[in-house]
């Protein structure tokens, strides 16, 4: 099956407050992932030692998107007003980071125009110990 890790945003995932992630994938990677497969979601790759698979989403669509034109309507989407209304900040190198700015610094993280936009919804949340 196949895997998105949240990682900054798996609260706003554990909330069910999330419903859009923006990836920076190669065409072929992207093209494995199609509207109604079920997903499997994670805090943060599987690869990583302590990573938990935190629930399954069902893809509702993905296509590759203008990564400026789409910013400011999917603040909500991308988990970031629920991370705000939390008082959630990350801690990054030198600094800690509000939801605002660690948007903003993930905004600037891509390196093209456009990348690939999945959205999805929740199937499940798994119960986290």
């Known amino acids: 099956m196949l895997i998105i890790s949240f ?3 798996t609260p706003a995932f554990l909330a069910r407050r999330k419903s859009a992630t923006r990836r920076d994938w190669d065409d072929v990677y992207a ?8 997903v499997q979601a994670w805090d943060k790759t599987p690869r990583c030692r ?5 629930g399954t989403i069902k893809i509702v669509s993905v296509k590759k998107e ?13 988990g970031f007003a629920y991370l705000d209304s939390i008082g959630a900040v ?8 509000t ?3 660690l948007f903003q610094q993930w ?3 891509f390196d093209e125009d456009t990348c690939w936009v999945v959205r999805f919804e929740i199937v499940e949340v798994l119960k986290q110990e």
Not at 73 to 78: G, K, L, Q, T, V
Not at 90 to 97: E, G, I
Request: aromatic residues 10%; neutral net charge; contains cysteine.
């Open 107 to 109: 905004a600037l993280s």
């Open 66 to 78: 203008s990564y400026n034109e789409v910013l400011v309507d999917d603040w909500e989407a991308e």
């Open 50 to 54: 302590g990573a938990k698979r935190i």
């Open 7 to 9: 990682a900054w945003t």
């Open 99 to 101: 939801p605002a700015m």
């Open 31 to 38: 093209a494995r992932f199609k509207p109604g497969d079920l």
């Open 90 to 97: 990350c801690q990054l190198k030198p600094r800690l980071m």
